[in-house]
């Protein structure tokens, strides 16, 4: 039984950073992937890394800014999010990839945590 856990998301002002975290219990060896879900909006990709760390994957909306790690030795896949804006304001899931699509794609995530809201205020 894989279970993700999210947190640190907040309220901060345009221009602020927060910095999420998801800590995997259970399997940890997945790549690992955050998602966002913005209000009315259908829930897109932002980042993922493979287990190894060796490899990092971003939106182009977030390259630049958002900076996805991983700390094997804490179960934990981290996702820095700098030079907030309010079009990132939404409900932002960390989730566990199993398979061979890509990693960019959202069909081969199985496991998804609750999510942690992160808004951004003008």
């Known amino acids: 039984q894989v279970r993700l856990a999210e947190s640190g998301g907040g309220l901060v002002q345009a221009g602020g950073s927060l910095r999420l975290s998801c800590v995997v219990s259970?399997?940890?060896?997945?790549?690992m992937g955050w998602f966002r879900e913005a209000p009315g909006k259908e829930r897109e990709f932002v980042a993922a890394i493979w287990w190894s760390g060796i490899a990092t994957y971003y939106a182009d909306s977030v390259k630049g800014r958002f900076t996805i790690s991983r700390d094997k030795a804490k179960d934990t896949v981290s996702l820095q999010l700098n030079s907030l804006q309010p079009k990132d304001t939404a409900d932002y899931f960390c989730?566990?990839?199993?398979?061979?699509?890509?990693?960019?794609?959202?069909?081969?995530?199985?496991?998804w945590g609750q999510g942690t809201q992160v808004t951004v205020s003008a």
């Open positions: 989730a566990a990839h199993v398979g061979s699509s890509s990693v960019t794609e959202r069909t081969g995530y199985i496991y």
């Open positions: 259970g399997r940890a060896t997945y790549n």
